[in-house]
């Protein structure tokens, strides 16, 4: 039986042959995201032809979320936000944004958000650009990545302006201390749920997997307290990008969606 929550896998090297793709749906994935960090517009073009096709052949819909890199700096195997960045909306965010439209994407990520401006500039941007998206697709929903203090500090009115919210746990950890991470996971989906917006929470789920065929028993509490919370959607990363057991991956998450659920609405059953 279909899980309420969500499923979001990232697809890259690891994820996008057909029969991978195939058998991440047949397992649980929901929804397909695209780093644009990462890749060129051929290489998801193929990605987003793929997964259409899988979806087709499963009979069903999984939406595409475009993830726009904005200001990011790479310093080795790390990322994080440009210090100089005057807007969150980079050159090559607007090129991307082009050909993600010129795709039909359902929905449009912004990363590195520190405001309500930022996410309507990115709808402006969108809606400028209109006419390169067919009347019958209609235009992509605007999501917001909250992964900086900034984003904590303005979350209503960013969720307010936003048809969706990704929390990036992983750059928002080098934003404020790691131990008030948790709190912050629990305040966004808070006031998410308020605002009836959905929220995915997102970065290092099941990040051992990205090595190992079966998790860390941290890493099921983590997807099953991100549930009890109330999100909507967890997601994939690494683990399904360019991890080695991205189908098991997916696997986990869903087994894990399914038990706490059963929990979800009385927690004192665990």
């Known amino acids: 039986m279909p899980t309420r929550t969500q499923i979001v ?13 195939d058998a991440l749906i047949a397992h649980g994935m929901d929804v397909a995201r ?14 987003i032809e793929n997964v259409r096709a899988a979806a087709k052949r499963a009979g069903r819909v999984i939406p595409i979320i475009q993830d726009l890199s904005g ?4 310093t080795g195997s790390e990322h994080h936000m440009d210090p100089n960045a005057i807007q969150v ?16 994407v359902e929905y449009v ?12 500039q990115l709808r402006q941007e969108i809606q400028k650009r209109n006419g390169s998206v067919p009347a019958e697709k209609g235009l992509p929903k605007v999501m917001a990545k909250v992964e900086r203090k900034e984003a904590l500090d303005n979350i209503e009115e960013i969720i307010a302006a936003s048809d969706a919210v990704m929390l990036g746990r992983g750059d928002l950890g080098q934003s404020i201390p ?20 959905p929220v995915i929470v997102a ?66 059953k665990l």
């Open 178 to 197: 790691l131990e008030q991470v948790p709190f912050a996971e629990a305040l966004v989906v808070h006031h998410c749920k308020e605002h009836r917006t």
């Open 203 to 268: 970065t290092e789920m099941l990040k051992s997997m990205v090595e190992n065929p079966e998790p860390t028993r941290a890493e099921i509490t983590d997807i099953a307290y991100a549930i009890i919370l109330g999100a909507d959607a967890v997601m994939l990363s690494e683990e399904t990008a360019r991890g080695k057991y991205p189908v098991e991956a997916v696997t986990y998450m869903e087994r894990v969606c399914t038990e706490a659920e059963k929990y979800e609405r009385d927690v004192n």
């Open 9 to 21: 896998c990232t697809i890259g090297p690891a994820s996008k042959d057909p029969a991978v793709l």
């Open 109 to 120: 990520c912004l990363s590195f958000v520190g405001s309500a401006k930022d996410v309507e």
């Open 89 to 104: 909306i980079t050159e090559k965010d607007l090129i991307d944004l082009d050909f993600g439209l010129s795709q039909w």
């Open 34 to 47: 695209l780093n644009f960090s990462h890749g060129t517009h051929d290489e998801h073009r193929a990605l």
């Open 71 to 74: 200001p990011r700096v790479q």
